[in-house]
């Protein structure tokens, strides 16, 4: 068996049509007009642009795990899966879904093969991050591979910077002791030794607070392996941080490489991160993290902006103007993890 190939993205705003039967009375109020026009045609191809990502992902296999965030509901995210079924051979995506009651009704899912991963249904949690204005919610599932180990995996949208990074910090804060909480849990319910890999989109970059201190991560693996009271996690992204936008030559074509996976006013930032705990490091790991293989995904090459600054191509939507050849705000990043 090869290496797993593990994917995120955050899809920006995959909502379900403007008058889907799907969404609660509530959740139509609070959107308001921000659907107006989202038509189960754009709907459908919005979640085509995004499988036609997916499925190229893995050199043309598809991801055997992809976390997703900013999904409405289950209907879109299996309909996500469907789309990428259908441009892959040898797949039958299955998905795990959390219905979370964050305040705009965007979730946190996972797609994933399961003839490589199982996900028992008594083995999914919504771990909440409580906030005055709603609430975001953290996904863990305990997969099992298929020699029976247990794998689990949390799924991260933290709350937004909206309002200012410094007035919303408390919020990501919050949102770091909560995962850092349920990754010590994790380990005192299933043992010591199991294999914790985290990803999402975090809305803080690795040096933030939120992470470095909340959440107890840090680029030095050696303090994840040596640990002695909380357990630390090694967060995969700090070779990316920092990084400048960058032109690689294929042949005779030129590609400009993005130095982070979400934009601001003309500013990369690596906000989508892998993380993992000492148990996906050690030489003789069932599941071993590959560091050197973490990389944002920006092929189909339609994805990457023509601008001066290699920003995402967005589809749109949500007060918008609509791009149909576009995708997301964010890029994707995926890695190896490598099976014993």
Not at 225 to 250: C, F, H, K, Q, Y
Request: with cysteine; hydrophobic share 35%; charged share 20%.
């Amino acid at each position: 068996m090869g290496p797993l190939y593990v994917a995120w993205w955050n899809v920006e705003n995959l909502f379900d049509e403007e008058h889907s039967p799907r969404r609660s009375e509530k959740m139509t109020r609070v959107l308001g007009n921000d659907l107006r026009g989202w038509t189960s045609h754009l709907r459908d191809r919005k979640i085509s642009q995004l499988a036609s990502v997916i499925a190229e992902m893995n050199s043309g296999q598809g991801p055997d795990l992809l976390g997703v965030c900013e999904v409405e509901n289950e209907f879109v995210v299996q309909q996500l899966a469907s789309a990428v079924n259908h441009r892959v051979t040898g797949r039958t995506y299955q998905i795990a879904h959390a219905d979370t009651s964050d305040q705009r009704g965007v979730d946190v899912a996972f797609i994933y093969d399961p003839a490589l991963l199982t996900a028992p249904a008594d083995q999914r949690f919504q771990h909440v991050v409580m906030r005055r204005t709603g609430t975001r919610e953290i996904l863990q599932v305990n997969f099992r591979t298929v020699s029976g180990h247990t794998w689990a995996v949390f799924g991260n949208h933290w709350p937004s910077r909206r309002g200012g990074q410094q007035e919303s910090a408390a919020y990501r804060a919050t949102a770091g002791e909560t995962l850092a909480y349920f990754h010590e849990r994790t380990l005192e319910v299933h043992g010591a030794h199991t294999p914790v890999l985290v990803m999402g989109d975090f809305n803080d970059e690795p040096f933030n607070v939120s992470l470095s201190q909340h959440a107890l991560s840090t680029r030095q693996r050696t303090k994840v392996l040596n640990a002695t009271t909380a357990p630390r996690l090694w967060n995969l992204m700090w070779p990316i941080v920092g990084g400048d936008d960058r032109i690689e030559s294929a042949g005779n074509e030129h590609a400009v490489r993005p130095g982070g996976t979400f934009y601001f006013q003309n500013t990369a930032n690596v906000l989508d991160q892998f993380l993992v705990n000492k148990n996906m490091l050690t030489p003789r790991a069932h599941l071993r993290a590959e560091p050197g293989s973490v990389h944002i995904v920006t092929h189909p090459q339609g994805m990457v902006g023509t601008g001066r600054y290699p920003a995402p191509v967005l589809f749109g939507g949500m007060g918008k103007d609509v791009n149909q050849n576009g995708y997301s705000d964010h890029y994707p990043i995926a890695m190896h993890v490598e099976v014993a």
